[in-house]
């Protein structure tokens, strides 16, 4: 009985289906406010405060240190599912960010830009697993490549709201790094009230079909249901993040890896680049390491110019 259900990957697209992209879209707005407030904000700072420019780069940097932690999230996400990471990391998000209001302490600031930085990488990573599982195969591209637009509607918000945010006195520059929260906590309501859906795929492979059948009626009726391949499918066994750069892999790696790659030097060469010039200059001057760094320097700038 089972077999003669049409695949869900196949059916059109509904309110379900809406609203999924919806959760993913707040975040992604969520995410991209996170990553550029720190530009205004720490501008600031360092009129407030003594942080010196190596600080200020190092801090900049944090959340983008932080996004390093997408390599191990999709693994994580693979062993206990998509959907209660996806609930949980947006209330974390909004509290990391709340609490850059209670330090000026440069490596509590670090530390929590790091995690806000990991909160960010689950979006990424487990957010666009979650939506490619849910979404019918012929617009599932489409509505990836639109993310990126909703990202970069965050990332400029955040500096109109950086401007905006006055009259708080010395601590105004930590509001204004606290002001993630907001995108934060709307994205994590709305995900808690509409009740994510778990992935159909995820349930398959780690639950039983039953369930995941289940699963699927209940979200776009009883004429849809697994596909065939998935109704066969085992739990994977496990693998290597080295399957990405075998001879079956490594063109769509190729390919993925320079869009985003793309996306990311638009955004942050200008934004990140001075900030490591910063952190340069600063190390020159702390003698005797500069003299095991110097002979790195022009590779360094080699480097920088290839980007720009």
């Not at 993913?24 to 010196?52: E, K, N, R």
């Not at 708080?168 to 995108?183: E, K």
Request: net charge positive; aromatic share 10%; proline share 4%.
């Amino acid at each position: 009985m089972n077999n003669l259900k049409k695949d869900y990957k196949k059916a059109p697209v509904s309110p379900v289906h809406r609203g999924i992209f919806l959760a993913l879209i707040l975040g992604q707005i969520a995410c991209g406010y996170a990553l550029g407030i720190s530009g205004t904000g720490l501008a600031q700072a360092q009129t407030v405060i003594p942080l010196s420019d190596f600080w200020v780069g190092l801090i900049g940097a944090g959340s983008l240190i932080g996004l390093a932690g997408s390599a191990i999230m999709g693994t994580i996400a693979d062993r206990f599912g998509r959907k209660g990471m996806l609930m949980v990391n947006m209330y974390l998000f909004s509290v990391l960010s709340l609490l850059q209001l209670t330090t000026t302490n440069p490596w509590l600031l670090l530390l929590l830009r790091i995690l806000i930085g990991l909160m960010i990488a689950i979006d990424y990573t487990v957010g666009n697993a979650w939506l490619v599982e849910w979404m019918p195969e012929k617009v599932s591209g489409r509505f990836q490549s639109h993310l990126i637009i909703y990202w970069t509607i965050g990332f400029i918000g955040s500096y109109i709201a950086g401007i905006t945010i006055t009259g708080f006195g010395a601590a105004n520059w930590q509001v204004i790094l606290a002001s993630s929260a907001v995108p934060g906590l709307i994205t994590a309501i709305y995900r808690s009230l509409y009740r994510l859906p778990a992935s159909p795929s995820w349930v398959a492979t780690h639950v039983n079909n039953d369930e995941a059948q289940q699963l699927i009626h209940e979200n776009l009726g009883r004429k849809w249901g697994l596909s065939k391949k998935l109704l066969a499918s085992k739990a994977p066994a496990k693998i290597s993040w080295k399957i990405l750069f075998t001879k079956e892999y490594r063109r769509q790696t190729l390919v993925g890896g320079l869009f985003y790659a793309c996306q990311a030097f638009a955004f942050f060469r200008h934004q990140h680049l001075p900030a490591t010039t910063l952190i340069w200059d600063e190390v020159r001057k702390r003698a005797p390491l500069r003299n095991h760094l110097q002979p790195l320097r022009p590779g360094w700038r080699t480097g920088r110019e290839l980007r720009l």
